[in-house]
């Protein structure tokens, strides 16, 4: 008897007993499943600390800026990056299609090299959110008839160029469907920039390239003009392995969605391609005008750092206005701020605890002017130390030392502002920045940057001569009558300042 009841008990008591034996084992399967799952994609990336991303060095990409590593590629993939609380790593990658292929490279999280979505790439990887749109653009050279369709450029029969594997080589056979007779060349190691300048020297007729590379060398090579658009705007994205799970997709996705709405990607769209328009007759009225409504606020300011660093103060007053138009308050998605615009490292350096102060931005700009100048080989002089100075101050003293580098190597003196803003647009080409210390800049913009400030100081330097006129009449006409006064008037108009 007490063995049957022993035996009901637990014949009573094993069906708790199955139900917690039942749930421990699920609970075991269930750690040992999350222990053996293989991380995901985030997983590694946040694991390892590091964002690995293939791209392609140049303008609109990335490259070594005056503050460190620049470019609208890597500002957003850096950003990425720290939204995810990890570094960034970038491989650079030549060639288009390998850099491609490189998206499937186990070591290689994501492609950020402003690649067009197109069919066949999409064949091959996963293209994220769109971030940007431009237009495929045919160029031609100014004085040569202007091609205005395909059928234009088919019974031209002229020569045409593309980069090899580049969205714009896919368009064109698409195109070679309709125009059979349609012929072009592609060349590899080009970048979009070579093209342009290869346009408007006449080595090649035609050639076709993104609308937003276009327009940052329009400037440098006028030249070089638009025929037509091929079709309508497409689409950069970065491009995601199609072998990998789509966390990282969806940290993009969300990233993008974060960026586009509370401004951010508009601000780093701006940075890159907004641009300071050349200096027409209405840009030289607004400049005359502002030198009356703006100018007087801060001239003391000027002057007074122009006495303590021994510059010329209407210079200071013309890098200050290509900086800022003179506005105290003015603020940039680059993160430069004031009548100066100083960079915080610059600032810092300089001794400024508040860039948003007029005299302290002023006083700092002069500063740091000051000692690029100084830093200038002595045996430069006259115009050619301070252009160079000028151009120093806007891309970096080691960009600065690199065209300097190029120019003896091409045979120019590197000693002459005349050779070297030959040179300087060549940092922003890779057969040659390949070659320099400081690797890739935007060449062209100290070019654009010294001309700019050599018109406004010109401006600056007549106006205050005609200051200085009025002055001296007013002055005179309170001479007594019958007596002669001789009246100095110095022509502060430097004319060496002119264009060359």
């Known amino acids: 008897m007490r063995n049957r009841s022993r035996q009901w008990g637990l014949q009573r008591l094993s069906p708790l007993r199955r139900g917690f034996n039942v749930a421990v084992l699920i609970g075991l ?22 964002l690995h991303i293939v791209s392609r060095n140049g303008p609109t990409t990335y490259y070594e800026g005056t503050d460190g590593l620049a470019g609208f590629e890597y500002t957003l993939a850096k950003a990425f990056a720290d939204e995810l609380n990890v570094s960034l790593a970038i491989r650079d990658e030549e060639h288009l299609g390998r850099l491609i292929d490189a998206v499937d490279d186990p070591q290689i999280n994501l492609g950020a090299s402003g690649l067009t979505i197109t069919p066949s790439r999409s064949e091959q990887v996963v293209f994220g959110p769109a971030y940007l749109a431009i237009t495929q653009q045919l160029l031609y050279r100014a004085g040569e008839k202007r091609p205005r369709s395909f059928e234009d450029v088919v019974a031209a029969d002229k020569d045409l160029l593309v980069i090899a594997d580049s969205a714009h080589a896919e368009r064109l056979r698409q195109l070679q469907q309709q125009h059979p007779t349609l ?73 993008f969605e974060r960026i586009k709405s509370d401004g951010t990607l508009d601000d780093i769209r701006e940075r890159y391609y907004g641009h300071v328009d050349e200096i027409n007759n209405g840009g030289a009225l607004l400049f005359a005008k502002r030198i009356k409504s703006r100018l007087p606020k801060w001239k003391k300011d000027m002057q007074e750092a122009a006495e303590i660093f021994d510059l010329d103060w209407q210079l200071l007053a013309a890098i200050s206005y290509q900086e800022s138009h003179w506005n105290a308050r003015a ?12 960079t915080r490292p610059t600032a810092r350096e300089m001794g400024v605890s508040n860039r948003m102060d007029p005299t302290q931005s002023v006083h700092g700009g002069a500063k740091y002017f000051r000692k690029i100048y100084d830093r200038i080989p002595a045996d430069i002089q006259g115009s050619d130390r301070l252009w160079l100075s000028l151009a120093a101050y806007n891309v970096g003293f080691g960009h600065l030392e690199d065209a300097r580098v190029l120019t003896e190597r091409f045979g120019g003196n590197p000693d002459k502002w005349v050779d070297v803003r030959e040179h300087l647009p060549k940092l922003a080409k890779r057969k040659y920045y390949r070659t320099t210390k400081h690797g890739y800049a935007r060449g062209w913009e100290p070019v654009t940057y010294v001309q700019h400030i050599r018109q406004f100081y010109n401006i600056l330097a007549w106006n205050e001569h005609l200051e200085q006129r009025r002055i001296a009449a007013l002055e005179a006409a309170d001479e007594p009558e019958g007596e002669f006064r001789k009246v100095n008037l110095p022509y502060t108009l430097n004319m060496s300042m002119s264009l060359l």
Do not use: C
């Open 331 to 342: 603020k940039s998605p680059t993160g430069v701020r004031g009548l100066m615009m100083l």
């Open 183 to 255: 012929r072009w060349r592609e060349q590899s190691e080009l970048e979009m920039l070579d093209l342009v300048e290869m346009v408007h020297s006449g080595e090649i007729d035609y050639a076709i390239v993104d609308s937003n590379a276009y327009s940052i060398n329009r400037s440098l090579y006028p030249r070089a003009r638009i025929a037509f658009d091929l079709e309508e705007e497409q689409q950069l994205a970065w491009a995601f392995s199609r072998q990998r799970d789509s966390s990282l997709y969806d940290a993009a996705q969300t990233f």
């Open 29 to 50: 399967v269930s750690t040992l499943a999350v222990a053996s799952r293989a991380p995901t994609e985030l997983e590694r990336i946040k694991a390892d600390g590091v």
